[in-house]
């Protein structure tokens, strides 16, 4: 590791002018330290956000008379108290709950905040090792592209095909998050979290997502919690690794119709992968198993999986229907 | 640039100054000599550095030791000495749930929090607690017996 200076931010405000000076900002420092070790990531200041208490909680947001504005949730809350929380009174956090509780182990769970989580950097054994020289860290070619690929994406690539890491991202996109952050000039912003989501490439720039340099996020905003949510996903080993495939379901139902539904695999793009074709063929219409099969077979039909990767396109459309079954069986029992 | 730290270390106070770059778990053994946190993978991955910060188990290799000024931190020293170990470490050491041992000290953090948590584990929570441990000898079924033993030694 080459050695940095450190700086620790006593509020917002000063974070925002340490940040000013280029450095890079840690929370629980997982992600961010592994790359230091590897020699993959050479940062001169960091400054540590872990002390500012106030962005570790659950607030809810003002609510209209039928109380369904949803919640704000800090950007420095471990994954271990989303783990935690109650889906039983919560039936839009029930999906949330599931992608935190599989995240990672238990010791990193209690470090790992969910801003970090959302921001890891993506995987690609490749782009984590650095002797590998490839276009993602300016050097030329994607040697996964020939070389071995079981674990990089299937849809929604260009030149660069990693997949986004993060496991609470898809439910977070289905359920229309938004981050709440503050530009390094003390502006707060909001914008929709799979907006801010973006495949790296040539045309693009390699980052996996448009969040403003230096800006901190103070909040994600979960604006409703009229939807009901599930999380589903396939792993080699319950723990050490990333899931294989993963896919969140947020839906409403209203007289036995899809009311709403908005569906997001993990695991198989550089950003979350929004299931247009599924959403499309099961919005307005009545659930069912059948529907559902039909609709993450759909969904599939584009994937492009390199050498290694036709595994993927199986097992995400077994994600994908699963989460809608889930999600509909909870949509039911909500409604009693 | 170093700065100086105060924490709690098995109930001592230790004053250090310290690197940004310098790891707890790397303290621990290098600074303070307490040898039996194990360091495996150094990536968060085998759980063989665990100890506990404020009482929750935590990975001490991608802990900057920094962050645990003001904070209290045990280490599977802490838990009990040879001559009166904890129920844990005790189980672990009769009933064969050790071999090569280099995984043993994190086993014993994570079981020892688990415990403190929830005095009566199902095998189900006490194999949810040991997720993030690996080891490569005992294939995991002595350990968990070990640890069901300890929780009923320990509510005695
Ligand atoms: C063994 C192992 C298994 C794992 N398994 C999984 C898994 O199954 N699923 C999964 O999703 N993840 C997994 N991970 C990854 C882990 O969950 C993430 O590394 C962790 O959540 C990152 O959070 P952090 O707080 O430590 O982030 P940090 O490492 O501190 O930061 C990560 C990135 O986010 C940026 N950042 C952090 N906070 C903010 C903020 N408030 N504003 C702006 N930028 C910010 C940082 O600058 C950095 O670029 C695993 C990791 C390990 C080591
Ligand atoms: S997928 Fe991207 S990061 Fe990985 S080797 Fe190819 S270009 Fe590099
Ligand atoms: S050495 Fe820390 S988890 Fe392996
Ligand atoms: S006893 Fe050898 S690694 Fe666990």
Redesign the pocket.
Known sequence: MNPFAYARATNLEDACQKMKAGA???????????RMKRGTLHPELLVD?GSLDK?EGIDDLEGDAANQAGWDLG??LK?ADLAAVDATTHPALAGLRE?AL????PQ??N???????????PRCWYLHDPEVPCESKGGQGCPAMTGRNEHHAILGYDSCPVTN?????PVLCALDARLV?RTVEGKQEEERLHVLYTAPGKKTGFSTHR?PEG????AIRIPRRDLVTAHVEI?HKK?????LCSAAVALRLQEGKIAEIHCFLGSVAPTPHRARFAEGLLMGKKPGQEAFAKAAARELTQAKPLSEGAYKAKMSQLCLTRALEEAWKRAKENQR | MTATIRMTVNGKPVVLDINPDEMLADVLRERLGLLGTKIGCR???CGACTVLLEGQPVVSC?LPALKANDRSVVTVEGLGPPQDPHPVQEKMALMGASQCGYCSPGFVMSAAALLDENASPSVEEIKEAIT?NLCRCTGYAKIILAIREAARAKSH
């Open positions: 890079l900002l840690k929370a629980g420092g997982i992600d961010l330290l592994g956000l962005m950007a420095l994954l992608a599989n995240t990672a182990t990193i769970r470090r790992a905040t969910l801003a970090g989580n959302l921001l890891q950097s890491a993060s496991n609470l991202a952050y969040v800006a901190i996020v103070t792993r723990s050490y690794d990333w899931p | 990536e968060g991955e991608l993030g």
